[in-house]
């Protein structure tokens, strides 16, 4: 398996456009993360899905921000409109059912918003 | 509200030598504790998992320990290399009615010098 995969890697776009940030998780894990890492916060959860549903998004900074799982292998995160202070490296994680396991990482998505 | 301390922030250290990273945490019910690796730019890597009933668990040169009842982790670092030279954070589950949400530390800057 070639780990989670995220796209794009990096993203620079205008304030107020529409960003889009995509994800396709491990096989067979149930459990999927999307993470925000800022210098100042580190890094803050966002919203996580098990099996495809999500569970908690009291993290989701304000209704700009949507996340969907339409199945078990892509998951997006969107941001509209963005604005500067949403520039951050974006990382999806998924694991399996079972809590005791190691939540592998993306590579991150570097978003920069002017 | 759950929370995960880490100390120091930053650390320099010579190569070969070795170094302890600290996590305090406030997280409940506790279902278990992570260290992450992360190098600049990438994801972050997992390098230890331990649940309530471990003490002391070793990944090569890297062994953590964990107090359940003080809330507390170490992760020592013995003949540090520069590749050690990274971000560490400790990251715990939940358990409960918030099963499988993550909460991470700040992280501990690590620079290994020759």
């Known amino acids: 398996d070639a780990g989670v995969i995220q796209s794009p890697r990096h993203e620079v776009t205008e304030m107020g456009q529409e960003v889009t940030l995509r994800c396709k998780p491990i096989s067979g894990h149930d459990y999927l993360f999307w993470y925000r890492q800022t210098m100042m916060r580190g890094l803050e959860l966002l919203i996580y899905f098990n099996n495809n549903v999500p569970i908690d998004d009291s993290g989701m900074p304000e209704d700009r921000f949507s996340a969907k799982m339409p199945n078990a292998s892509f998951s997006t995160l969107k941001i509209q409109p963005s604005e500067p202070r949403d520039s951050a490296v974006y990382f999806c994680a998924s694991s399996f059912t079972q809590v005791e396991t190691e939540a592998f990482f993306g590579q991150g998505t570097r978003l920069t918003v002017v | 509200k759950n929370q995960v301390e880490q100390s120091p922030q930053s650390l320099i250290i010579l190569e070969g030598k070795n170094c302890t990273l600290q996590?305090?945490?406030?997280?409940?019910?506790?279902?278990?504790l992570r260290w992450y690796k992360q190098d600049t730019g990438r994801g972050p890597v997992s390098l230890t998992i331990m649940t309530f009933s471990e003490n002391t668990k070793s990944n090569g040169r890297y062994t953590a320990t964990l107090d359940a009842d003080t809330k507390q982790s170490s992760l020592h670092i013995t003949a540090s290399q520069l590749s050690d030279s990274a971000s560490y954070i400790c990251?715990?589950?939940?358990?409960?009615?918030?099963?499988?949400?993550?909460?991470f530390g700040q992280g501990t800057i690590l620079t290994v010098h020759p």
């Open positions: 996590c305090n945490y406030t997280v409940s019910p506790f279902s278990n």
């Open positions: 990251v715990v589950s939940a358990g409960g009615t918030s099963y499988g949400k993550l909460t």
